[in-house]
């Protein structure tokens, strides 16, 4: 408590001097008060002239999220300053005043931080859970204890690069047709609210009985303008509950999980990425020399699925009883047949993280290729449903006037 205590009133200190041939220099250093920056700059041959505290982050700055990508980024420049002999507290010097992210740079200099007072780095990695989740520290306390925490975090690096890599790629299949949804609820709106109401001006004036299908328009377009606010209120609330349910609820997830499996199209591509998660996870956790079922239990928090999570730690209850690890995933009846023959073939050679690694590679690959096809499908797809909305309420405008046009 005392170590976290006294990286906590550490701060960010800018100082001025000169070196011992009188030349000037300056810098950034971390410490509780400028007294030590100034004890400090002395002990390395340093005369200080100016040292003071650097003002705090704009609250612009403050605000800007660490984003996953900015972690698998930090992750593999750590794994290559230790591959080429830099020492850890340098290079996370280098890494943290390097970076563009001002949260960023406070994260990396904070874990230095703790590292420097004698905290081992897995210990400070674990006091960022937000950003470092239980898989991430179990692999840098392997590589602690096994004196390879270079070659474990290269393994966490493209672990991490991998795994944002395809959750761009889910993103990117799913982004395109909400996008274009939202925007055509925001334009049917516009059209009921503001432009159908001057075309009904328009018709009173003709004294004759307008088409069943504009009369419906004009009656939805009544509707819109007295209950616009009850509207957009109910779709916003049905998000936010939506939102908190999945985040709070965990029958929901469950249950949504279950019914995104069997949505045609999607639920391939979402099975086969949950695959491709829990294969590159238990791949790097078992090459790490991680045991079967403590690796299992992380494993289950990585899959991206509820449904894939509770089977995996029914396996890793079975695998603890003595059962094959292929016989554990084929009760579970989520993974293909070859998945389980390459597990069996893997279990059976000793090459367990290799065949999973190779799983891996296939299903993200087939993962990219559905995501491929689904943008290629959903563009006709998405333009027919825009000229339904859009093109139905121009029509249902102009039918009174053709009629009128055929009468004269």
């Known amino acids: 408590m005392a170590t976290k205590a006294a990286s906590v009133k550490q701060s960010l ?36 002239v100016k040292v003071r505290r650097k003002s705090s982050l704009t609250r612009t700055a403050r605000r800007r999220k660490i984003e996953p990508r900015d972690i698998a980024v930090f992750t593999r420049q750590l794994a290559t300053m230790l591959a080429a002999g830099v020492p850890l507290v340098q290079a996370f010097d280098i890494i943290g005043r390097g970076h563009e992210n001002p949260s960023m740079q406070e994260l990396v200099l904070g874990i230095k931080a703790d590292v420097e007072s004698g905290t081992t780095l897995s210990e400070a990695l674990a006091k960022h859970p937000a950003h470092f989740d239980e898989l991430v520290c ?99 609330g049905a ?31 979402l099975r086969k990425a949950a695959i491709a998660r829990y294969a590159r996870t ?56 070859m998945v389980v023959q390459m597990v ?15 799983v891996a590679d296939f299903f993200e690959q087939e993962v990219d290729d559905a995501v491929d096809s689904l943008s290629s499908l959903l563009e006709p797809l998405i333009m027919a449903i825009l000229g339904v909305l859009v093109g139905g309420l121009v029509v249902a405008m102009y039918l009174p006037i053709f009629k009128m046009g055929s009468a004269i």
């Open 344 to 358: 069996a073939i893997g279990e059976e050679s000793g090459s367990l993280d290799t065949m999973l690694a190779k």
């Open 239 to 269: 998000v936010f509950a939506f939102l908190q349910a999945k985040k709070r609820s965990r029958g929901f997830n469950h249950f949504l999980d279950r019914v995104l499996l069997q949505v045609p199209i999607l639920g391939p591509i």
């Open 282 to 337: 238990l791949s790097t956790m078992f090459a790490a020399g991680v045991p079967l079922v403590d690796a299992l239990t992380s494993v289950a928090g990585a899959t991206g699925n509820a449904l894939f999570a509770e089977a995996v730690l029914r396996m890793r209850d079975q695998v603890a009883t003595g059962q094959q690890l292929q016989l554990a995933m084929q009760q579970t009846g989520l993974f293909p047949n």
């Open 13 to 48: 200190f800018t100082w001025e001097g000169r070196d011992r041939k009188g030349n000037r220099v300056r810098g950034e250093t971390r410490s509780s008060s400028p007294t030590l920056v100034k004890a400090e700059l002395r002990r390395q041959g340093i005369l200080p």
């Open 138 to 236: 179990d692999l840098v306390k392997a590589g602690e204890q096994a004196g390879v925490l270079e070659t474990l975090l290269d393994k966490i690096a493209t672990y991490k690069e991998k795994t944002e890599a395809l959750k761009g790629k889910i993103k990117k299949a799913l982004f395109y047709p909400t996008a274009v949804m939202v925007v055509a609820v925001i334009v049917t709106a516009i059209l009921l609210i503001f432009v159908v109401p001057q075309f009904e001006a328009l018709f009173n004036n003709f004294g004759a009985d307008l088409p069943a299908f504009t009369r419906l328009v004009i009656d939805m377009s009544k509707f819109m303008q007295s209950y616009w606010w009850a509207v957009f209120g109910l779709l916003g």
